[in-house]
């Protein structure tokens, strides 16, 4: 997958990047790419970085934030989705293409996105509790394994 130019990448600036439609995510990431990640990396004490991934039915580039834990040079993400009882949007989108554009601060790079198994998955899950509770509580709130998804840099 080749990323659009959007602040510093790709090569096609007319494609459109959508953001969360979710109010208080959408001015998220509008200040972390406003402020060239300046801001917004940290949120709320977390660190936090930007993901977009293509959609799986519209092909349409779609960007949200997430918290992050580092796994070696890769990135861990939590698909909590609040703790419902379906995955989120975004990781349906990157099971079915997984080469996705990631901003962590200032640095921008594509991305390969892999659900993270076994005893992997179960020290990234630890690692990424141990960073923000909350995802605990998701999971007791859901009967599906929320999962974790490694983001191994590419370029």
Known sequence: MTFPQQESRGSDPREEVVDSPT?????????YVETGGKKGQRFYGVDALLLTTRGRRTGKLRRTALYYGRHGDAFAVVASNGGSATHPLWHRNLVADP????QV??????ARARTATGDERAELWSMMVGLFGQYERYQQATAREI???VLDPID
């Open 23 to 31: 109010g208080w995510v959408a001015k998220h990431i509008r200040e």
């Open 99 to 102: 080469v996705v554009h990631v």
């Open 105 to 110: 601060g200032e640095r921008t790079f594509n």
């Open 147 to 149: 999962p974790v998804v």
